[in-house]
């Protein structure tokens, strides 16, 4: 099993509100990576880190923001959420040398926005 | 045109039969391939790398075609547990962000 951990799980909140979704992995990683995945579509990548301190934005435009201050966190951001930010959000992390294509995935943060 | 693109199924099979996924890529600078699984409201994970020779993992196969930028997947003797999206993935790269398709949907049946 991964060690790699989302909170929270579910998440019903009204529009206008600021939340920050969090991931934490204990297994040393460099890079982490955030994804948005709407039922039945593609995982979107929306940000990723290469370490801390290094912050870059994906292929999906996404009004949030990440922070990297500890290598083992890597929380995601809504400053006012709306519905359209209505989906769920994986987080993941490799080693820095190349891990052959794996990826380490939470089990996710289920968001809705009312 | 969507950088990875699959069919999505469902595909709907008896145990024990052999099912087929194809999966095409655009970018014809990928260099790295996978399959990966992932189950209802879980999270993905790596099933296997796809090898230009292709490569087998028990029931598993994988294949690679560049000339014809396609990647297939094979599983004979189809079991209950296999019933899950199979997630196609391209990389550029190597340490170059993942890509990955719609996912193809797999229901086997008793």
């Known amino acids: 099993e991964a060690d790699i951990y989302q909170t929270p799980r579910y998440l019903v909140i009204g529009t206008g509100k600021k939340i920050t979704l969090e991931c934490s992995q204990t297994m040393g990683h460099d890079k982490m990576y955030w994804y948005q995945q709407d039922p039945g579509m593609e995982l979107h990548l929306i940000h990723y880190?290469?370490?801390?301190?290094?912050?870059e934005k994906g292929d999906l435009s996404s009004e949030s923001t990440v922070s990297r201050i500890r290598t083992e966190h890597f929380p995601l951001t809504l400053e006012s959420a709306r519905p359209s930010h209505t989906s769920q959000y994986l987080c993941?992390?490799?080693?820095?040398?190349?891990?052959?294509?794996?990826?380490?995935f939470g089990e996710g943060s289920r968001l809705t926005v009312l | 045109r969507k950088e990875v693109e699959q069919d999505p199924g469902p595909f709907n099979v008896p145990e024990g039969a052999t099912v087929a996924f194809n999966c095409t890529y655009s970018n014809s600078a990928s260099q790295s391939f996978f399959w990966y699984r992932q189950d209802c409201r879980k999270e993905p994970k790596l099933l296997m790398s796809v090898y230009s020779s292709g490569n087998e993992d028990g029931r598993f196969t994988a294949q690679l075609n560049r000339a014809s930028q396609y990647i297939s997947l094979l599983i004979r003797d189809s079991k209950l547990s296999d019933s899950a999206t199979y997630l196609c993935v391209v990389r550029r790269s190597s340490g170059d962000k993942l890509t990955f398709g719609t996912g193809t949907r797999l229901a086997v049946r008793p």
């Open positions: 880190s290469y370490g801390v301190n290094s912050t």
């Open positions: 993941a992390s490799s080693p820095r040398q190349d891990s052959g294509g794996e990826l380490f």
